[in-house]
C-alpha cells in the first residue's frame, strides 16, 4: 500500500494541538492570570481541546496562595470554578514547558525577561490582549488596587480573548480530522 508523506501531515497537527501547553502569566498570579487558566480551560475543553493550561505570576510574592476571593467570585457567577488553583511563580524553564505564554500586560513581559534573561523566547510569547486586537499591545488592566467591577471588566476582556483563541485553534483542528 502506498501512503503519501501528506498523509500524515493532518494526523500531526492534530496531535500537537491537542496537547498544546499554554501559560497565563500575570504578576501575582492571583487575580488575572488565574482567570486566564480557568476561562480558558473551560473553553477549550467544552471545544473538545484537551490541552494543558496553567498560570503563573512573576514577583512570587503570592506563592501557594488560591485566586483571590473577587476573582474566584466573577468566576464562579460565569460557572467556572478556580479556587483549586494556588499561585505560583513564573520560572526560565517555563520556556521548555510551555507552547505558548501569554502575558497579561507588557510589565508582565519585561519581568519575564528579566528572569528567564537568555532562555527567553519572544516567538512564544504574546500579550493576551493581541488575540483580540492583533498589533495593538492593550494590557488587561490590573484589578488587585481597584473595587468589585474591575474584576468584572477583566473576567469581560479575558473571555472575549479566550473565546478568539479556541477558535482560531479549534478551526485548525477540525481542518486537521
Ligand atoms: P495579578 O494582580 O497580577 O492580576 O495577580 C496582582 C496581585 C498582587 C500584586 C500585584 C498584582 N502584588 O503586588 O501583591
Redesign the pocket.
Known amino acids: 500500500m502506498c501512503v503519501r508523506w501528506f498523509a500524515f501531515v493532518p494526523c500531526t497537527l492534530y496531535l500537537i494541538f491537542a496537547h498544546m501547553k499554554i501559560l497565563m502569566v500575570?504578576?501575582?498570579?492571583?487575580?488575572?492570570?488565574p482567570l486566564a487558566e480557568g476561562i480558558l480551560q473551560h473553553k477549550a475543553w467544552n471545544a473538545g481541546l484537551r490541552w494543558s493550561i496553567e498560570s503563573a505570576?512573576t514577583?512570587g510574592?503570592?506563592t501557594g496562595e488560591p485566586p483571590h476571593k473577587l476573582s474566584q467570585k466573577v468566576a464562579k457567577l460565569n460557572g467556572i470554578d478556580i479556587c483549586k488553583q494556588r499561585s505560583r511563580k513564573f520560572a526560565a524553564d517555563d520556556f521548555e514547558k510551555f507552547d505558548k505564554i501569554y502575558a497579561?500586560s507588557s510589565d508582565v513581559i519585561d519581568e519575564m525577561k528579566m528572569i528567564a534573561r537568555n532562555r527567553f523566547d519572544a516567538s512564544k510569547v504574546d500579550l493576551l490582549m493581541n488575540e483580540l486586537y492583533p498589533g495593538k499591545n492593550m494590557d488587561v488592566p490590573?484589578p488587585?488596587y481597584g473595587p468589585e467591577p474591575g474584576y468584572h471588566d477583566v473576567y469581560a476582556m479575558i473571555d472575549k480573548a479566550c473565546e478568539k483563541i479556541v477558535a482560531k485553534y479549534a478551526s485548525t483542528k477540525l481542518a486537521g480530522q
Do not use: A, P, T
Open positions: 500575570c504578576l501575582g498570579n492571583i487575580c488575572r492570570s505570576g514577583n510574592y503570592h497579561m490590573d488587585w
